[in-house]
């Protein structure tokens, strides 16, 4: 029996296996399909303090190996979410990852003090890098500077885990990972879509109505293991969660050898919405076959020439 426990950081969860933000719901949209409760962990779509209508149709496109995305972070805001939703996954018994976003940092720490006054939040992943919208996350995940004011003023807000979701779009992803850390971050979730451009070639206009998008999916694979490796290999010690176009079992390996703890499957889920369960059953029966007694075993074990 393959045992699937693994930590990030101090949190402890039952399998590797996470759904992404923004791919979920808020966590009972595909309950039907995939109990939250069978999973590592639900990380919630993002969380703003007041509702947001998000960018105009058309805002998703897809690719020939993935999708571009500009939802412009839609959300029914923290409050409905503490009394609609969130009664539910706890009873329900899910670990829940609450994604942040925000456009200051008064507003990151308005919905973590909302936040703060409930059971049942596991963590918080901190969206600094959505490339969807014109201000806020953009800018605090290009900036160390302004990552780190950020990471350090929300740091005393709460004694939960704080994840910080960076953007692979940044001029120097090693240095805004180090920001994040330094200032307090406990993980680090890698990475969030890469800018892209989808062109409609008869209308002559691009098909995303904001014009860019964010491009997600088996596309960026290759890429994303390289961003997680890279930061695996300067900060070996910083809990890793890999995210970016995991679609089966063997995906996943990749991303825990590359120094990953845990990962989160979300364009997958647009195609199956039980691509988390089927990602889980094909790891386990991965470990199986390979004779990986726990999973832990695989998380930064790739062997680089």
């Not at 500077?145 to 885990?161: E, F, M, Y």
């Amino acid at each position: 029996m393959v045992q699937l426990a693994t930590n990030v950081g101090s949190l402890k969860l039952q399998n590797p296996v996470l759904a992404a933000s923004g791919t979920f719901g808020y966590g009972l949209d595909l309950v039907d399909f995939c109990p939250p409760e069978a999973l590592g962990a639900v990380v919630t779509k993002g969380l703003s303090p007041k509702p947001r209508i998000g960018n105009p149709n058309p805002r998703i496109v897809e690719t020939p190996a993935g999708m571009i995305n500009s939802i412009g972070l839609q959300n029914i805001g923290v409050e409905a979410f503490c009394t609609e939703v969130l009664p539910t996954l706890r009873q329900r018994g899910a670990c829940v990852v609450v994604n942040v976003f925000g456009e200051t940092e008064e507003e990151y720490a308005t919905v973590i003090e909302r936040l703060e006054k409930e059971e049942g939040v596991a963590a918080y992943e901190l969206n600094v890098s959505c490339p969807n919208v014109n201000k806020g996350g953009m800018e605090f995940g290009h900036d160390p500077k302004l990552l780190a004011s950020l990471v350090s003023g929300l740091r005393p807000l709460t004694q939960r885990p704080l994840w910080v979701k960076l953007s692979p779009n940044a001029p120097s992803p090693l240095a805004v990972a180090e920001a994040a850390l330094s200032a307090g971050a406990d993980a680090l979730t890698l990475v969030n879509t890469f800018r892209a451009l989808s062109v409609n070639a008869k209308t002559r206009k691009p098909s995303i109505a904001t014009g860019f998008g964010g491009l997600s999916g088996p596309a960026i694979k290759p890429l994303a293991l390289r961003l997680v490796w890279e930061v695996h290999r300067a900060f070996p010690q910083a809990p890793l969660v890999g995210i970016g176009g995991i679609m089966t079992g063997t995906d996943a390996v990749e991303f825990l050898l590359v120094g990953a703890c845990a990962v989160q499957v979300g364009t997958a889920t647009f195609r199956n919405p039980g691509a988390c369960l089927a990602v889980l059953s094909e790891l386990e029966a991965f470990c199986q076959k390979e004779g990986v007694k726990d999973v832990r075993e695989l998380i930064g074990g790739l062997v680089w020439p």
